[in-house]
């Protein structure tokens, strides 16, 4: 709230689990409720005063948070549907489905925090690169090749197959 991005602990809302009231925003459902934040410097727990924001440590073990929201939703929420979202079930029953995420915290006109999630980026852009990279050493092993080497000194420039490098321009562009 007080940091751009925070560490923290969230799950998608569920009228049958997390309760929805006539003051509540009109579009909960379709958004992450933070469950915990934490400090990323020292792995602690952020509790946060709705009032003044003021940021209280509390030494908190993350992996039991984790263990025991993902027990609880996997064992005790599974039968649940949601209003919004066709495949809840899936979502909630997949190992990873609480797991620290980077997220930008807003705190609601009705006092519910929501996270609007950044962690994804950072999976599609690894994704991504990770193709590149190995398109880069192919091209490289193919500017290797004696013939490419003579048609290099030749010409002065590489063969058509191995002429251009991939990169981090327009690397998201497709």
């Known amino acids: 709230m007080n940091k751009k991005f925070n560490l923290i602990l969230c799950e998608l809302h569920c009228p049958f689990i997390h309760g929805?009231?006539?003051?509540?925003?009109?579009?909960?459902?379709?958004?992450?409720?933070?469950?915990?934040?934490?400090?990323?410097?020292?792995?602690?727990?952020?509790?946060?005063?709705l009032d003044n924001y003021d940021d209280l440590d509390y030494t908190v073990d993350m992996n039991m948070d984790i263990e025991y929201l993902s027990y609880n939703y996997r064992v005790e929420y599974s039968e649940f549907e949601h209003p919004t979202i066709r495949n809840y079930r899936n979502i909630i029953n997949?190992?990873?489905?609480?797991k620290l995420e980077i997220a930008q915290c807003i705190l609601l006109p009705t006092q519910e925090v929501i996270a609007i999630l950044k962690t994804f980026w950072l999976r599609i852009i690894?994704?991504?690169?990770?193709?590149?990279?190995?398109?880069?050493k192919e091209i490289i092993i193919q500017q290797m090749n004696p013939n490419a080497l003579y048609f290099r000194r030749v010409y002065g420039k590489w063969p058509n197959n191995c002429n251009y490098l991939p990169g981090l321009k327009g690397m998201l562009s497709s």
């Open 126 to 136: 690894q994704r991504k690169w990770k193709k590149i990279y190995k398109e880069r």
């Open 94 to 98: 997949r190992q990873n489905y609480i």
């Open 20 to 49: 929805k009231t006539d003051s509540s925003d009109p579009n909960i459902e379709t958004h992450y409720l933070v469950f915990d934040k934490y400090n990323p410097y020292t792995y602690t727990y952020l509790s946060y005063s």
